[in-house]
């Protein structure tokens, strides 16, 4: 989702977004101010406008016409030059473009029109206003006409999956979709002409599939309702040839044996005419213009004929290309011997026959560079980091190389920040970022973020160009993760009863599991006799600790997301009984972690956890004796694979054993991991550190801490692995959590 600021930090912004779209990532949607046509060359001598050399005709307005060229990797350059002989300004090389509407451009997702779905409004009449962006897929909608620098007609397919006649327009943020009425309920296949008097020509086809006939309709865009309906014998879909003006409206058609041909109607008399044009091989164009059809191929001079009377014109041109203007003028580009090649205007006199004028010189233009922009941006809205390594790639296409671009990524909850500063590409103009989830050497938390790019000329001049979207950083949770950033905390007490939370790192570092941070919690810890990470006890997405007093009473403290907890809770008495108690862990396959205790008699009793903080667990149930002879009971979460979470218990001898969890709170038969065991004081159930889905164990003692990796066996649970968490403080921590 796009944001727009007027500073280039985004703590000015994020309480006052001035722009939010509709449109998917990867579109520009507004373009600032700043990104004003450059300053207009001295005016030509003779005052005309220059037609680049070698460009085709790609439509025309009001001010100025539209042109493209060949890239050399074959996409269409288009650069719009207004008729005053100003600067063009290039409008880089879109998939498909249309106009109308004035001078308004319609930039396009794909080649054809008819199958735009994410287009861009540019007013070229002001081509500094900010372009408008409209998202017609969201409305499961395709593109037919362009009504104004705001609004489009645009095929609307229903729930009930049929084609209706839609005015789409986009008001600031908001994007409305209005039903055009009048037309038949089984219409399809719509294609428009240009606005006329603010009424629109459309075609479309009616009637079962292999017998389907045409049909063409004007339509009052304000009243959003059909003011007159014309038969025609075929769609004409894909031909497009519509033409509109107060006298007349025409379409194209082709009859085999006929060739092409032209079908006139008098809006006031009614009287239908064809005008034949000749074989469909000889590339015929055609333009309304009032009362006359301008006609003709490039073997042949431009005529006009009177729709009227018939009288047929020369009009002294060789054609190469033609487009209706939105004035309802006509524009050729050829050339005349009287004046050379360009492009020729033809309107409708003040007597009513067609006179022409020279508009534009064939030419070499003053060679200007383009203005700083920033035309595409690829930034998603939602970045998964756990789908891809903990990375997300993110692109800025510029219209200049020469420049340079800097990126800021700004957690919005905490203001947290990452810079970066992207210089030109090898080749292109796309710079790209791909950002490892990290901010000052710590997995950045995740939520919302606000993303900026400021882009610069290595020379200094001009004005930057901005642009600045809104992106979602999410992960898997983690349920012993303190501090919503998706990767495992670690939590220590001292000796002297203060509480340290590790940040590790959400992905080993060159093989090994480092720890990136180390924050002081609080201190007086040391009243307790047990401290537990337990996961998440009420439905946030945060881990929980419980831990037991001195007197049995029993407290949990429940995460804020932030590394810290809240003020403690009691919740339990009578605790005191339990030697060992652990918890995390989903015992019985209900989604909720649960807790066990063993007793003195070498009881181990099942917790269920209730999903209510207040009262996080429900009665005990008994689940087994003989429990005396482990000296230490961890649950680590399903890391064979089994029906449900799993415990793993070293006996007094060293030895450590699995319990594969059975999915109803007990367990299956044990199985026997390896000795050696002993040398640890600590074995805590840390979550998933390295993102395969299956939690880790860490194993802490005076002789050095590691990792080992769970492999999703049952005979052979752990993969052993090294870890700098601890390094030289083996003796210095009473309990791991």
């Known amino acids: 989702m796009q944001l727009r600021s007027t500073g280039t930090r985004l703590a000015l912004a994020v309480t006052a977004v001035l722009a939010v779209t509709a449109v998917g990532a990867g579109t520009l949607a507004t373009a600032p101010a700043a990104f004003a046509a450059p300053a207009a060359p001295a005016e030509r001598a003779d ?53 109308g509407a004035g001078d308004v451009v319609v930039l396009g997702d794909t080649s054809w029109s008819a199958d735009f779905r994410s287009i861009t409004l540019r007013n070229m009449a002001a081509p500094g206003a900010p372009a408008v962006a409209l998202d017609l897929g969201a409305l499961h909608a395709t593109y037919v006409a362009v009504l104004s620098p705001t609004s489009v007609l645009a095929q609307v397919t229903n729930a009930v999956g049929q084609a209706e006649l839609h005015v789409v327009t986009k008001d600031g943020a908001s994007t409305t979709s209005r039903k055009v009425t009048g037309l038949p309920a089984d219409a399809t296949d719509y294609f428009g002409s240009a606005v006329d008097d603010g009424s629109v020509l459309v075609g479309y086809e009616t009637g079962l599939e292999g017998n389907r006939t045409g049909g063409r309709a004007v339509v009052d865009v304000a009243a959003g309702k059909v003011t007159a309906t ?82 047929i014109v020369d009009l002294g041109v060789t054609v190469s290309g033609a487009v209706s203007s939105s004035d309802g003028s006509a524009v050729l580009q050829g050339t005349r011997a009287a004046d050379g090649s360009g492009l020729f205007r033809v309107v409708a006199g003040a007597d009513g026959a067609p006179t022409v004028t020279r508009t534009a010189e064939t030419g070499t233009p003053p060679v200007v560079a383009p203005p700083l922009e920033i035309r595409e941006v690829d930034v998603p809205e939602r970045a998964e980091l756990d789908k891809n390594d903990g990375k997300v790639v993110l692109g800025w296409t510029l219209s200049r190389a020469d420049a340079y671009l800097d990126v800021t990524l700004t957690h919005i909850a905490t203001g947290k920040e990452f810079t970066k500063r992207l210089t030109a590409p090898a080749s292109g103009t796309e710079f790209r970022l791909t950002w490892d989830g990290v901010i000052g050497g710590v997995d950045a938390p995740n939520g919302k973020y606000g993303v900026e790019a400021e882009a610069t000329l290595v020379d200094g001049t001009g004005e930057p160009a901005y642009q600045g979207w809104f992106m ?37 570092v060159d093989g090994t599991f480092t720890s990136a941070q180390r924050t002081r919690i609080g201190s007086g810890w040391n009243t307790y006799r047990q401290i537990e990470s337990v996961g998440d006890l009420g439905g946030a997405t945060t881990g929980d600790l419980i831990a037991v007093d001195g007197a049995g009473l029993q407290w949990s403290y429940l995460g804020k997301g932030d590394g810290t907890f809240a003020a403690r809770r009691q919740v339990g008495t009578g605790w005191q009984i339990y030697n060992k108690i652990t918890g995390g862990s989903d015992l019985d396959g209900d989604g909720r972690a649960d807790l066990v205790g063993t007793d003195s008699a070498g009881v181990l009793w099942f917790y269920k956890g209730t999903g209510d903080y207040a009262k996080p667990y429900a009665a005990r149930v008994r689940v087994g004796g003989g429990w005396q002879v482990y000296n230490q009971i961890t649950a680590v979460g399903n890391i064979a694979g089994t029906a449900a979470g799993d415990l793993v218990a070293r006996d007094t001898t060293g030895v450590l054993w699995l319990h594969p969890g059975n999915g109803r709170g007990g367990f299956d038969a044990r199985v026997r991991i390896g000795g050696g065991w002993g040398v640890f004081s600590q074995l805590v159930g840390a979550g998933d550190l390295d993102n395969d889905g299956r939690p880790e164990l860490i194993a802490y003692g005076a002789g050095g801490t590691s990792v080992y990796r769970s492999t999703g066996s049952v005979t052979a649970p752990f993969v052993r692995r090294t870890t700098s968490l601890y390094a030289g403080e083996g003796a210095k921590f009473t309990s791991v959590l």
């Open 472 to 508: 979602n950083v999410v992960r898997t949770a983690n349920p012993h993760d303190y501090n919503d950033n998706g990767s495992t905390d670690v939590l220590a007490r001292d000796a002297s009863g203060v509480l340290w939370r590790d940040d590790l790192r959400d992905r080993p």
């Open 47 to 99: 005052g005309l406008a220059v037609f680049p050399e070698g460009s085709q005709l790609g439509g025309a307005g009001t001010t100025g016409f539209l042109s493209y060229s060949f890239a050399s990797d074959s996409s269409r350059e288009l650069r719009w030059t207004p008729y005053d002989g100003g600067a063009a300004v290039p409008l880089g090389a879109p998939e498909g473009w249309a106009t």
């Open 230 to 311: 014309y038969a025609s014998p075929e769609s004409g879909f894909g031909y497009g040839g519509l033409g509109l003006s107060a006298s007349h409206v025409t379409w194209f058609g082709y009859e085999s044996g006929v060739g092409d041909y032209v079908t006139s109607v008098d809006r006031v008399t009614g009287t239908e005419k064809k005008t034949v044009l000749g074989s469909h091989l000889d590339e015929w164009y055609q333009t309304l213009v009032g009362g006359w059809l301008v006609y003709g191929n490039p073997e042949k001079s431009a005529k006009a004929v009177s729709l009227t009377s018939g009288e």
